[in-house]
């Protein structure tokens, strides 16, 4: 599956905070997502059979609202021939806030990702799940709990946790018995604790090496048993110097899963903050060392993206959305890569005082 865009997912993210930002003032909402590939005209002819329905609406003014909010997407609807590639989401109804005033608005988005899901709904809020779904990050990340008698692997992409394998290590139960039983005893048990922390990371390695997009790996489990598997399982260099974060956990299998991923929250979010700080201090440092390769000032930049000569777009959230969006056009003519930041860190305060709005320069422009 493709991955948005910058521009891409500060459009959706708009759109979806500003969809989210009405409510009806009655059930006269309507949300209709259309799959990719499903029949068009079959959504149409569900629609036409739901505004005959709404006739048996009782308040007068819900009726014509919802009515005419059918009748505005199925017009919609017939500037279509064919579905688009990635499905169609289209929302409409009566979104002023007074009482007795009509202001029915329509939306009609191509989604950027192939829509999966067949909705229609009429409700007081518009349904914004799989919209939103598609704003998660596109990250992969590996996932391991380890424990003494099980483990579980599995894999974080985007917001979606999926169990790989469960496997269990057969090391019994402690002994009751005293003397030299019991040291005998306990030295079976760590050999096969140290057996069994190999075989996951064998099966680690049989799963993640080869993956690539492997943004980092989380990994969960009872004290001391994570910190012995990082000692003692020989994990290759290769993954164990993707390992982000290491947090205490009981449980396993894919509950124990979602309660690791939910507890690294915050290790996920840094990694974003991170990607941020990268290209602005690539920028302020080329910025004071090679000028001549540096752009900023809409202007200038502009100017710059008509010539061809920028590699890298660096465009602040806080900039009109009409603008980001024109500029990602002239970006997307060029072959130039977007990155988004935020104001939430020193740098982007920064990058922000300049006038949000910059560029790293594949060649030296001469005015």
Request: one cysteine or more; proline letters at 3%; hydrophobic letters at 35%.
């Amino acid at each position: 599956m493709a991955k948005l865009s910058e521009t891409q997912k500060f459009e959706l993210e708009g759109l979806v905070e500003e969809l989210e930002g009405y409510k009806g003032r009655h059930t006269e909402l309507i949300t209709v997502y259309v799959p990719a590939g499903f029949n068009i005209n079959q959504v149409s002819k569900q629609l036409e059979d739901e505004k005959g329905t709404a006739t048996n609406i009782k308040s007068n003014a819900t009726r014509k609202n919802v009515i005419n909010a059918l009748e505005k997407v199925i017009r919609k609807l017939k500037e279509y021939k064919r579905t688009p590639a990635n499905g169609l989401a289209i929302f409409s109804g009566n979104v002023s806030s007074v009482e007795g005033k009509e202001d029915l608005q329509i939306w009609a988005i191509e989604p950027p990702k192939k829509m999966k899901v067949r909705i229609y709904r009429c409700d007081q809020t518009f349904v914004m799940e799989p919209l939103s779904e598609m704003l998660a990050s596109d990250e992969v990340y590996a996932l391991l709990i380890i424990e003494r008698n099980e483990a579980s692997i599995g894999i974080l992409d985007g917001k979606h946790v999926r169990l790989l394998q469960n496997m269990t290590s057969g090391i019994p139960g402690k002994t009751r018995a005293g003397g030299q039983s019991s040291q005998r005893f306990h030295r079976i048990r760590e050999s096969m604790a140290k057996e069994f922390f190999k075989r996951v990371a064998e099966h680690m390695k049989n799963e993640f090496f080869e993956m690539k997009d492997i943004k980092g790996i989380l990994i969960g489990g009872p004290i001391p048993t994570k910190e012995e598997f990082l000692e003692q399982s020989q994990l290759v260099t290769e993954l164990k110097n993707k390992v982000l974060a290491v947090k205490d956990l009981g449980g396993t299998g894919l509950p124990g899963l979602i309660d690791l991923v939910n507890l690294c929250e915050d290790v996920l979010a840094e990694q974003e903050v991170t990607k941020q700080k990268r290209i602005l201090d690539e920028f302020f440092e080329r910025l004071a060392k090679d000028p001549d390769k540096v752009t900023y000032g809409e202007a200038e930049v502009v100017d710059r993206l008509n010539r061809g000569a920028v590699d890298k777009l660096i465009l602040s959230k806080t900039l009109d959305k009409k603008k980001i969006k024109d500029l990602g056009k002239l970006a997307k003519g060029s072959s130039t890569t977007i990155h988004m930041v935020t104001n939430e860190t020193p740098e982007g305060v920064q990058f922000d005082n300049l006038g949000g709005v910059g560029g790293l320069l594949r060649f030296m422009v001469v005015d």
